[in-house]
């Protein structure tokens, strides 16, 4: 039987990014503009967390107790034992006014990121999406975004999935992806969002190759199928879901991030954790594998 529990009281201005490890049996997750990466123990229901230098969008486990996380300088690795920053790369030093989103791991290891306005989109669309390489190089996707979301890959890795929850773009696109390159191609509609109640925000993939969205201001999840169809739709307890990801020792526990900031009073749930047991077996997001070159 399907059913929804909070599992952290932790009213998170804008919670996002949540990835299971998958060795720990933990939930990591972030709080963008506080702003804090955070490890959640779902036996103890202990929460650690990290204070960051500036806001972080999303992140990456990596080797060795490092993650690699997503500020606004730039793409760092962080020592969860030391607590030591160690910065990668800056693909854009020319847009100050600008932060990490959105970001992901492709099954062959590559770290996937976009970015976005600080004080949220603009006249123009001002983020990007950069693709942090196996050898340590940064390189971007052509094409710009108001506010990217939504990355994922299906489960042999040959399409790639990335939205725009801007409320006058609200599409979710795909892309035929070359595992062996990172070289996204055949960009094209894959769910216009205008058909369901929310925005599209974080996604994350199941064993089926459907796509979970959150919904954000729709008080949704949703799953669609590689068809692009609408399979299922799970109401939550929140206005602003904003991230899933599959965990527990069989991937089957649907963890969800919210939005607290901004939240009406009445919403006492808003910036909560959920866990969502739908009966739905998910896929592991895979750890940075590539190389900490210091530029």
Same mark, same amino acid.
């Given at each position: 039987?399907?059913?929804?529990?909070?599992?952290?009281?932790?009213?998170?201005?804008?919670?996002?990014?949540?990835?299971?490890? !998958?060795e720990?049996?933990?939930?990591?997750?972030?709080?963008? /503009?506080? &702003?804090?990466l955070?490890?959640?123990? /779902?036996?103890? @229901?202990?929460?650690?967390?990290?204070?960051?230098?500036?806001?972080?969008?999303?992140?990456?486990l990596?080797?060795?107790?490092?993650a !690699?996380?997503?500020?606004?300088?730039?793409?760092?690795?962080?020592?969860?034992?030391?607590?030591?920053? #160690?910065?990668?790369?800056? /693909?854009? /030093?020319? #847009? &100050?006014?600008?932060?990490?989103?959105?970001?992901?791991? $492709?099954?062959?290891?590559?770290?996937?990121?976009?970015?976005?306005?600080?004080?949220? &989109?603009?006249?123009?669309?001002?983020?990007?999406?950069?693709?942090?390489?196996?050898?340590?190089?940064? +390189? =971007?996707?052509?094409?710009?975004?108001?506010?990217?979301?939504?990355?994922?890959?299906? =489960?042999?890795?040959?399409?790639?999935?990335?939205?725009?929850?801007?409320?006058?773009?609200?599409t979710?696109?795909?892309?035929?992806?070359?595992?062996?390159?990172?070289?996204p191609?055949? +960009?094209?509609? %894959?769910?216009?969002?205008?058909?369901?109640?929310? +925005?599209?925000?974080?996604?994350?993939? $199941?064993?089926?190759?459907?796509?979970?969205?959150?919904?954000?201001?729709?008080?949704?999840?949703?799953?669609?199928? =590689?068809?692009? *169809?609408?399979?299922?739709?799970? $109401?939550?307890?929140?206005?602003?879901?904003?991230?899933?990801? %599959?965990?527990?020792?069989?991937?089957?526990?649907?963890?969800?991030?919210?939005?607290?900031? @901004?939240?009406?009073?009445?919403?006492?749930?808003?910036g909560?954790?959920?866990?969502?047991?739908?009966?739905?077996?998910?896929?592991?997001?895979? *750890?940075?594998?590539?190389?900490?070159?210091?530029?």
């Amino acid at each position: 039987m399907m059913r929804i529990e909070r599992v952290l009281d932790c009213k998170a201005a804008i919670g996002e990014g949540a990835v299971w490890s !998958v060795e720990e049996q933990v939930l990591y997750w972030v709080d963008i /503009p506080r &702003p804090t990466l955070n490890r959640f123990d /779902p036996i103890t @229901g202990a929460n650690t967390s990290w204070d960051m230098p500036s806001p972080i969008g999303c992140f990456a486990l990596s080797d060795q107790g490092r993650a !690699v996380v997503a500020l606004c300088e730039g793409f760092h690795h962080f020592d969860f034992q030391t607590q030591a920053l #160690k910065f990668l790369a800056d /693909p854009e /030093p020319h #847009k &100050p006014g600008n932060r990490f989103n959105d970001g992901t791991v $492709d099954p062959a290891g590559r770290f996937w990121a976009g970015t976005m306005p600080i004080a949220g &989109p603009g006249e123009t669309p001002e983020g990007s999406l950069y693709c942090l390489d196996l050898d340590g190089s940064v +390189r =971007p996707l052509e094409g710009s975004f108001w506010v990217q979301n939504g990355l994922a890959f299906s =489960p042999d890795g040959k399409t790639m999935y990335v939205s725009d929850s801007y409320a006058q773009v609200r599409t979710i696109w795909a892309f035929d992806y070359d595992l062996d390159s990172g070289v996204p191609s055949n +960009r094209r509609v %894959f769910f216009d969002t205008r058909t369901v109640a929310g +925005r599209p925000d974080g996604a994350a993939m $199941d064993v089926d190759g459907c796509y979970w969205m959150a919904g954000v201001g729709g008080w949704q999840l949703v799953r669609i199928t =590689p068809q692009g *169809k609408v399979d299922r739709i799970i $109401d939550m307890p929140v206005g602003k879901p904003t991230k899933i990801a %599959f965990g527990g020792r069989d991937l089957d526990i649907l963890y969800v991030t919210s939005i607290g900031q @901004g939240a009406d009073p009445a919403q006492r749930e808003a910036g909560n954790l959920f866990a969502v047991y739908a009966g739905v077996q998910g896929l592991p997001v895979p *750890k940075y594998a590539g190389q900490a070159r210091s530029l």
